[in-house]
């Protein structure tokens, strides 16, 4: 038994995107607290500026509206102006395996309730652009977090399925979770991994159903039609919360996870 209290509710939503996923989560996150109780709220926002990257502004409204932790991935440098806010602020996270000398951090530990919960964002090396291993980053990682921290959560930014699912067997019985994020498609595969870990291949996004991805599907799907550049911006019809709800109750182990499929319609 740990010495330690380590209950812990985590709610993770995957990638805001637009304005329409900012206003679905602020609207949904105060019956989903009443409803899931979470002692943390950790969320993906790489797509919530105008569907590329995110501003100050908006990362300060998360916060306020009582976000404990915002991830990132690929878009994390879209906008300028977010620079030396990801070097300034703690609780706000781009993929731990890019350049030291990008800016920004990968990891975190908050704290509630005395429990510590630690937030490793990674990027994947298949199809994307990360200047290190994903893998070698997280084994240092869960090191130095081991022991600072009761849990750890992992946002695996990723393309490819493969390698998601592999972040998952690698972390299993090391870390509380991993979760699956950037293809914006929620998979069916959410489980506890023999040695405890919650994982799920991708958790989906939080924005415009009625879209491509989040964006306006005219403007995706002329796009693949004409195979020509199309400027694309995000969609705002049918807006859902799509995420997982942790629970754990022994340090670095998951005792459930559950799929979040929320309709978030004004
Ligand atoms: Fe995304
Ligand atoms: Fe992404």
Redesign the pocket.
């Known amino acids: 038994m740990a010495l330690v209290p380590a209950d812990a509710r985590i709610l993770f939503c995957g ?1 805001l995107v637009g304005s329409a996923g900012r206003r679905a989560l602020l609207r949904t996150l105060p019956s989903l607290r009443e409803r899931l109780d979470p002692t943390f709220v950790v969320i993906n926002a ?2 919530v500026a105008g569907g590329f990257g995110i501003t100050p502004e908006i990362a300060d409204e998360l916060f306020a509206a009582g976000v404990d932790v915002i991830t990132l ?1 690929n ?1 994390s440098y879209r906008r300028r102006e977010i620079y030396p806010y990801l070097d300034q602020h703690d609780r706000i996270l781009r993929p731990a395996n890019y350049l030291h000398a990008q800016p920004g951090h990968g990891h975190t530990v908050v704290e509630r309730g005395g429990v510590r919960l630690g937030v490793v964002n990674l990027s994947g090396n298949l199809f994307m652009n990360a200047g290190r291993s994903a893998f070698i980053e997280a084994d240092g990682l869960v090191d130095r977090l081991t022991g600072a921290a009761d849990h750890i959560l992992v946002d695996m930014h990723a393309e490819a399925t493969s390698e998601k699912v592999g972040m998952g067997w690698y972390l299993d019985g090391r870390v509380t979770a991993v979760v699956g ?2 293809t ?1 498609v929620p998979t069916a595969d959410a489980r506890i991994l023999p040695r405890g870990t919650a994982y799920i291949t991708d958790v989906g996004m939080t924005g415009a159903r009625d879209s491509v991805l989040g964006v306006k599907r005219e403007l995706a799907v002329q796009s693949l039609v004409t195979q020509m550049p199309v400027r694309l911006v995000p969609a705002e019809g049918d807006p859902w919360v799509q995420g997982v709800l942790i629970i754990a109750s022994q340090p670095m182990r998951a005792d459930s996870i559950e799929q979040l499929l929320i309709s978030a319609a004004p």
Request: aromatic share 0%.
């Open positions: 990638d790489e797509n991935g878009h994020t950037h914006h």
